[in-house]
Nanobody, 125 residues
Framework: QVQLVESGGGLVQAGGSLRLSCAAS????????MAWFRQAPGKEREFAAA????????YYADSVKGRFTISRDNALNTVYLQMNSLKPEDTAVYYC??????????????????WGKGTPVTVSS
């Protein structure tokens, strides 16, 4: 069992930056590929970024590519999402998710093993 707790959300002006953190409890964090999803008001949850359990590969949605960076620190059991050049359309609840021993490049919602409860991000114009 893995528990995920997100933090770092908040209110920021357009063009600003935030860094989200996701702390994982439980064993074998290094064997989980980790991802960030987001859900804007009135919209479906969507994939934002992911990092493989080997930390060798990262993946991004086109909407965040070049602005967001995902990273992980296995010693701290934590995954991060650095978000730069934020736009009002980035406003959403951001969720951390984990999938064990996954090598693929696609991260469908239904394929994740564990989810956090989310942290809200609001970008004002």
């Amino acid at each position: 069992q893995v528990q995920l707790v997100e933090s770092g959300g908040g209110l920021v002006q357009a063009g600003g930056s935030l860094r989200l953190s996701c702390a994982a409890s439980g064993r074998s964090f290094s064997t989980y590929s980790m991802a960030w999803f987001r859900q804007a008001p009135g919209k479906e949850r969507e994939f934002a970024a992911a990092i493989s359990w080997t930390a060798g590969n990262t993946y991004y949605a086109d909407s965040v590519k070049g602005r967001f960076t995902i990273s992980r620190d296995n010693a701290l059991n934590t995954v991060y999402l650095q978000m730069n050049s934020l736009k009002p359309e980035d406003t959403a609840v951001y969720y951390c998710a984990a999938r064990r021993l996954y090598w693929g490049s696609d991260y469908p919602l239904g394929g994740m093993d564990y989810w956090g409860k989310g942290t809200p991000v609001t970008v004002s114009s």
